[in-house]
């Protein structure tokens, strides 16, 4: 059974960092798109970052280019997002998230909210 674990969320400062980890475990293939979509309150939910197993690209919501970094350890069957430079902005809900239907780019998370399989979310609160 696909299970996504999210871990890492809590409170920091403006500027401060934090690193989201995503654990998966079940997928029954290796071609895939995973990654990091979010949530504030009273705001749509949205594609903040991605990296695709099929083709390795990755994909970045353009508020948070230069200050995220999407990785993925194999090894570890974990995803992570490194957050550097942290705004109030940036508080929301952080859902992982992955599709695994078919052949994807990491694109797709700058359109598509159609994941088959998400996790139950880590709050990331950024304030004074």
């Known amino acids: 059974e696909v299970q996504l674990v999210e871990s890492g969320g809590g409170l920091v400062q403006p500027g401060g960092s934090l690193r989201l980890s995503c654990a998966r475990s079940?997928?029954?293939?290796?071609?895939?798109?995973i990654g990091w979509f979010r949530q504030a309150p009273g705001k749509e939910r949205e594609g903040v970052s991605c990296i695709s197993n099929s083709d390795g690209s990755t994909y970045y919501a353009d508020s948070v280019k230069g200050r995220f970094t999407i990785s993925s350890d194999h090894a570890k069957n974990t995803v992570y997002l490194q957050m550097n430079s942290l705004e109030p902005e940036d508080t929301a809900v952080y859902y992982c998230a992955a599709y695994t239907r078919s052949w994807s780019s990491a694109s797709i998370c700058g359109f598509y909210d159609g994941m088959d399989y998400w996790g139950k979310g880590t709050l990331v609160t950024v304030s004074s």
């Open positions: 079940g997928f029954t293939r290796d071609d895939y798109t």
